[in-house]
Each structure stands twice: as structure tokens, then as C-alpha cells.
């Protein structure tokens, strides 16, 4: 027995979902659940709030809303607490990659009526208009919610949540506003948070296994106790500079450099960092550094996408840019 409560948002999360068959709710805490936004939908539609579904190819709907809503056990606690929500908007940005979600609120409405099920509604798209494209943003369509993320909700971890994801959202959420200055600052945070990572991982993976290459010795401490350390690997890490990450480090680490293996990336890496540095320190404009306009941003997010591969990581993120065409599920052409 739940109680609904429904928040608009200071902006639209964008869905893509089948019409038929989805369930009513998604579990996103051991008490608390999602409303199906196909449902929330139907219900402002009913109210008369102006909300367009556009048929997709494979039969489900695109659309976005403002609106979301949540069961829980007590309404009014959660009015006073948002950090269940909080944390459905942080999961569906990270799973969906949709850097846009919003993460504020402008209302919220609940009641002290309790119920154990949300009525059936019926959603009717609208009919192809004959003769009309629908021409939609590439880069939202893509990274539309799904049911798969709405049911991964609750599956998450510390390891769901690696700062640098975070970070190229926020580099890709600033291009898309024609931030660019913000775009390129945080792709460079997201590069050297995410070598950074992968570089600590590989660290406790050689204290365990203890490979050849790498010498690992014990220290001893007070008492009985003992330290293990990497004595070479720590003389790397006191010099202070993010080309060290991408070459001598993991070089010595992972027996791999991006240098030696991808020079161009990690020259325009290198500069991307000098960018940064530039932006963030100096109060006069540097040489040698990226232009912070629209194309230069866009490219230092697509080299960070390629360093995260690089590095074995997740680097399904799309940069914005394009329109699609609905109907042919192409590139639109004009």
C-alpha cells in the first residue's frame, strides 16, 4: 500500500517505450517505485497537457514530459526528504546517458490517499500525419530512456557510479546548452578522473597478483602490521601531470602507453589538459590551446569518449549533433 506523489521537473526526460505489455511500476528501492512515465503520460494527456508520442519503427513511442512519479510508503516524508528521487534521476542519467535529465524540481503533488494499484489507462498516439516527416534530435532520440534502464533502476552499486561518467555528462549536458567553455573543462576532468581509475584498479590488481614487471614490497608498520607498496610506481605518481597518466604510468603499470600506441589522440589529449589548465588558471588567453567554440568542445568530448575505450571503459556516450529522420530511422536529409 503506496501513496503517489508526482513531481514536475525543471525540464523533460525523453523515453522511448513500448505501447503494450510494460508494467505499471518500477521497483527503484526496496519501498518506494516508479510510476510507468507511459501512465503518467496518459494521465496529463487526460488533463489536457499538450504531450506528443511519435511513433517509432519498431512500434514503440518517443516522447518526453516533465513529469514523474513515484510510490511510496509515507508521501509526506518524501516531500520533506527528495533523496529517493534524487537518486532515480542521477540512475537514469548514468544508465541512459542522457545528459540532459533535469535534476530540480518546480512542483510537486501529493495526497494522503492511499492505493495499491494505478488504474489501467489506455494511450492513443496520433495517426501519421500523410505527407509529413517528423524530423527529431539525433543525439536524445539515441539516448532515450528504455524499459531495459527503468528496470535497472534499482540494480546499482558503488561501482554504477564512477565520477568521470558523471563528468563527461556534464561536458556533454554544456555543449548542448552552447556552454563550451564548461563543455571543455569538464571533458579534461573526466580524462584524468577516468585514467586515474583505471590506474588505482590496476594498482590493487598487481598488489594480489603480483606480476613480473612490477615490484611489490611489504613495509612493515607499528605492532605486527605491514603495508604493501610499489615503490617505482609511487616515484611515478609524485610527478604531478596528466601526460603521466597516459603514457609513463600506465606504461609501467599496464605495460601499454596511449602515446606509443596512439600519438595523435594523446598529443590532442595533452592539449586538451593545456586547455583546461589555461581556463582554469590563467587569466590570460594561452597558446597552443583548443578554441572553445562549438566543433573544438565537440572534438575534446570525442577524443575523451576514445581514451575511456582506450582504457577498457564504458564509452557508450553520444555526443550531440544531427537530426534523424523518424520514418527511415536515417539521418535526416534535406
Known amino acids: 500500500m503506496t501513496q503517489a506523489l508526482t513531481y514536475q521537473l525543471s525540464g523533460s526526460i525523453f523515453y522511448r517505450l513500448p505501447l503494450k505489455d510494460g508494467p505499471e511500476h ?42 514523474l512519479t513515484l510510490h511510496v510508503p509515507d508521501a509526506a516524508a518524501s516531500v520533506a ?41 489506455t494511450i492513443h498516439p496520433p495517426a501519421s500525419v ?14 532515450a530512456i528504455t524499459e531495459a534502464h527503468l528496470r535497472a533502476i534499482a540494480d ?26 564548461s563543455a ?13 581509475l583505471v590506474l588505482a584498479n590496476a594498482l590493487e590488481t598487481a598488489f594480489v597478483e603480483q606480476p613480473r614487471h612490477v615490484r611489490v614490497t611489504r613495509r612493515a608498520l607499528s605492532g605486527d602490521q605491514e603495508r604493501l607498496t610499489e615503490p617505482i610506481y609511487e616515484m611515478l605518481s609524485r610527478t604531478d601531470g596528466f601526460r603521466y597518466l597516459l603514457h609513463e604510468r600506465p606504461l609501467y603499470l599496464l605495460r601499454r ?11 590532442a589529449l595533452v592539449k586538451l589538459y593545456r586547455t583546461r589548465n589555461s581556463v582554469v588558471h590563467s587569466s590570460t588567453r594561452k597558446t597552443d590551446i583548443f578554441d572553445l567554440d562549438e566543433p573544438a568542445a565537440a572534438a575534446c568530448i570525442s577524443n575523451v569518449i576514445r581514451l575511456l575505450e582506450w582504457l577498457g571503459l564504458a564509452h557508450d556516450f553520444v555526443v550531440p549533433g544531427g537530426m534523424l529522420d523518424l520514418e527511415t530511422g536515417r539521418d535526416a536529409q534535406f
Open 257 to 267: 602507453s596511449l602515446l606509443v600506441e596512439d600519438e595523435p589522440l594523446y598529443q
Open 81 to 121: 526528504d527528495f533523496t529517493t528521487l534524487w537518486r532515480v534521476l542521477a540512475r537514469l542519467r548514468r544508465l541512459s546517458r542522457q545528459a540532459g535529465i533535469p535534476r530540480d524540481i518546480t512542483w510537486v503533488r501529493y495526497s494522503n490517499e492511499v492505493t495499491d494499484r494505478v488504474e489501467p489507462r
Open 26 to 67: 518500477y521497483r527503484v528501492s526496496d519501498e518506494a517505485a516508479l510510476e510507468n512515465p507511459l501512465l503518467t503520460t496518459a494521465a496529463l494527456i487526460e488533463e489536457g497537457h499538450d504531450i506528443h508520442l511519435l511513433h517509432c519503427r519498431d512500434g514503440s513511442v518517443w516522447f518526453g514530459t516533465s513529469h
Open 130 to 143: 500523410e505527407g509529413a516527416r517528423t524530423i527529431v534530435n539525433k543525439s536524445i532520440f539515441a539516448t
Open 156 to 181: 546499482r552499486s558503488p561501482e554504477d557510479e564512477p565520477v568521470h561518467e558523471d563528468l563527461l555528462l556534464d561536458a556533454l549536458e554544456a555543449l548542448a546548452g552552447r556552454n563550451h567553455r
Open 184 to 196: 571543455v573543462v569538464y571533458a579534461a576532468f573526466a580524462a584524468e578522473a577516468a585514467a586515474g
